[in-house]
T-cell receptor, first 114, second 111 residues
Framework: AQSVTQLDSQVPVFEEAPVELRCNYS??????LFWYVQYPNQGLQLLLK??????LVKGINGFEAEFNKSQTSFHLRKPSVHISDTAEYFC????????????FGAGTRLTVKP | DGGITQSPKYLFRKEGQNVTLSCEQN?????MYWYRQDPGQGLRLIYY???????QKGDIAEGYSVSREKKESFPLTVTSAQKNPTAFYLC??????????FGEGSRLTVL
């Protein structure tokens, strides 16, 4: 089975600073990887996904992530954050052959301070 | 606009009562899911359904039940057998290898 570890439960950062949210995964088979964002009392919204091809994936709101197979990582980055980026971020992994078994990390709370 | 509608958004229940959370989608997706979210634990899968009239247990199915009589609808019943039902419940759907689309969630509080 696949699993995900988000290495930081909370990340405080000042506005306009760069940020990296770290995600490591474990799997013995090929995987698809996802990052979702959740604002308070709302559902999850897809930021970006890696299915195949280029290991650098660009998503919405200026976020990007890099798939690193050798390090089994899929870290999320943004060069300059805004107050509105304050939210919970979830990394998720799914085996490429199984559409129904998506595993989520525990989440990283990003707080952007003025 | 296509999407997933969950209701109610907030629900209060007395101990010993069953409650049903509604989930409706108009995305024409075959698969639907129910997740439970607790602080610091991410999302855990309760049940999922790949087609009408068929569903499978997820990791934490005990104390929950579902039905899938229509493609668009996947209601979740939280029964009195669920020991700690206070949580945020999320419904999702997808088609094939696509990503999950989520509803806005339902927050259940047991009084």
């Amino acid at each position: 089975a696949q699993s995900v570890t988000q290495l930081d439960s909370q990340v405080p950062v000042f506005e306009e600073a760069p940020v990296e949210l770290r995600c490591n995964y474990s799997s013995s088979v090929s995987v698809y990887l996802f990052w979702y964002v959740q604002y308070p009392n709302q559902g999850l919204q897809l930021l970006l996904k890696y299915l195949s091809g280029s290991t650098l994936v660009k998503g919405i709101n200026g976020f990007e992530a890099e798939f690193n197979k050798s390090q089994t990582s899929f870290h999320l980055r943004k060069p300059s954050v805004h107050i509105s980026d304050t939210a919970e971020y979830f990394c998720a992994v799914r085996a490429s052959y199984n559409n129904n078994d998506m595993r989520f990390g525990a989440g990283t709370r990003l707080t952007v301070k003025p | 606009d296509g999407g997933i509608t969950q209701s109610p958004k907030y629900l209060f229940r007395k101990e010993g009562q069953n409650v049903t959370l509604s989930c409706e989608q108009n995305l024409n997706h075959d698969a639907m899911y129910w997740y439970r979210q607790d602080p610091g634990q991410g999302l855990r899968l309760i049940y999922y359904s790949q087609i009408v009239n068929d569903f499978q247990k997820g990791d934490i199915a005990e104390g929950y039940s579902v039905s899938r009589e229509k493609k668009e609808s996947f209601p979740l019943t939280v029964t009195s057998a669920q020991k700690n039902p206070t949580a945020f419940y999320l419904c999702a759907s997808n088609q094939g290898a696509g990503e999950l689309f989520f509803g806005e969630g339902s927050r259940l509080t047991v009084l």
